[in-house]
Structure formats: structure tokens, C-alpha cells
């Protein structure tokens, strides 16, 4: 008798939408929480109050923190990836910095990574929706707010998605270099 026919499908297999699933369950909650709040304030910020400046204030300040805690937090705890920007002292030039995990040292749990690229991508898309409403409302003090949210968020968006490919190129290079054929072919060359 197979003891596999007695067991109950797994309901949530790895890398389903289940925050359940999640390494870490308390950064993703807030990661969403993060990403939405700002949003539901925006959209149904009227409904509660008529004072548009405090619902711009109340709406940047969650689109900050969403900005920070994605960057610094959400990102390197659930996909291994963090980026920033330096600038060189003696010349003024900017330049991005992208650093990621190690695979082999660290693996990244799908339900995490699934969540993070979904909302990622999704959060710009709505922003800039909302921006194509607000032009055809003829609403342009509200234009701002979308703006500085639409920067903010593609802002994150790009810079996770050029670590995303920076990481990438760099395991698929590690791997060639240390995995023996490449540095095998290329000592037994010069020897």
C-alpha cells in the first residue's frame, strides 16, 4: 500500500499566495500594509475627511515609509536584494550600488519573492492609473499627489529590478567561473 495515496493534498504548495507560507510573515504583512495604505488613504481619504491637505500629508508620509521600508527592510528580507545610491566626493557622479544574497548561502522562499514582484509591479500600474484619471477629472492639485507617489514607487520598482538582473548575471557568472569547465578550459590553455 503507498503510504502517498493517504495523504491530503497540500492546499497552499510553495510559492502560493498565502501569507502563511512566508519566511517572514511580519515583514510581509507589513510590506503590504505599506503598499495599500497609501492607496486606500488616496482613494478614500474624502469619505472621512474634506481637508485635502491632510489627506496629502497623511498619503506621503505612508508612501515614505513604504519607500524606506521597501528599500531597506521588505526588499533584503524577502528577496535578498538592497540597493542604494552613491556619490563619489571628488567628482559628483552618481552611481547605483545593487547587492544580493548569496544562493548558496541563502534561499529565497517563493511565496516571499511571488508577493514582493506582484505587489512591486502592481503598486506603479495603479499609480499611473490613477493619474490618467485625475487628468481626464480635470483634478490637478490631486495630479501632485500622484506624481510624488508614481516617482516614489517606480523609483523602487527600477531599482529592484536592475538588482534583480544584476544578481542574476552575476550567480550565472559565478557559477561558469567556479563551477570548473570555464577556469578548467581556461588553466588547461595557458599550461
Not at 474634506?50 to 524606506?68: E, G, H, K, P, R
Not at 570548473?180 to 595557458?190: D, T
Request: a neutral charge; hydrophobic letters at 50%.
Amino acid at each position: 500500500m503507498d503510504s502517498n495515496a493517504n495523504q491530503e493534498p497540500n492546499p497552499n504548495p510553495p510559492g502560493s499566495l498565502s501569507w502563511r507560507l512566508s519566511s517572514h510573515p511580519i515583514t510581509l504583512l507589513f510590506f503590504l500594509a505599506f503598499r495599500i495604505s497609501s492607496l486606500l488613504v488616496y482613494l478614500f481619504g474624502l469619505l472621512f475627511t474634506q481637508n485635502f491637505v491632510l489627506i496629502f500629508i497623511i498619503t506621503i508620509l505612508l508612501l515614505a515609509s513604504d519607500f524606506y521600508f521597501l528599500k531597506n527592510i521588505a526588499g533584503r528580507r524577502l528577496v535578498g536584494q538592497r540597493w542604494w545610491n552613491e556619490v563619489d566626493a571628488q567628482n559628483g557622479d552618481s552611481h547605483w550600488v545593487f547587492e544580493s544574497s548569496d544562493p548558496a548561502v541563502r534561499t529565497i522562499n517563493a511565496t516571499d519573492s511571488r508577493f514582493f514582484w506582484m505587489a512591486l509591479y502592481l503598486q506603479p500600474l495603479l499609480w499611473v492609473a490613477l493619474a490618467v484619471f485625475a487628468v481626464f477629472r480635470s483634478e490637478f492639485i490631486w495630479l501632485s499627489l500622484v506624481v510624488i507617489a508614481m516617482v516614489l514607487t517606480i523609483t523602487n520598482t527600477l531599482a529592484f529590478s536592475r538588482c534583480d538582473k544584476f544578481s542574476q548575471a552575476t550567480n550565472l557568472a559565478s557559477s561558469a567561473l567556479y563551477s570548473g569547465g570555464l577556469a578548467r578550459n581556461v588553466a588547461g590553455g595557458v599550461l
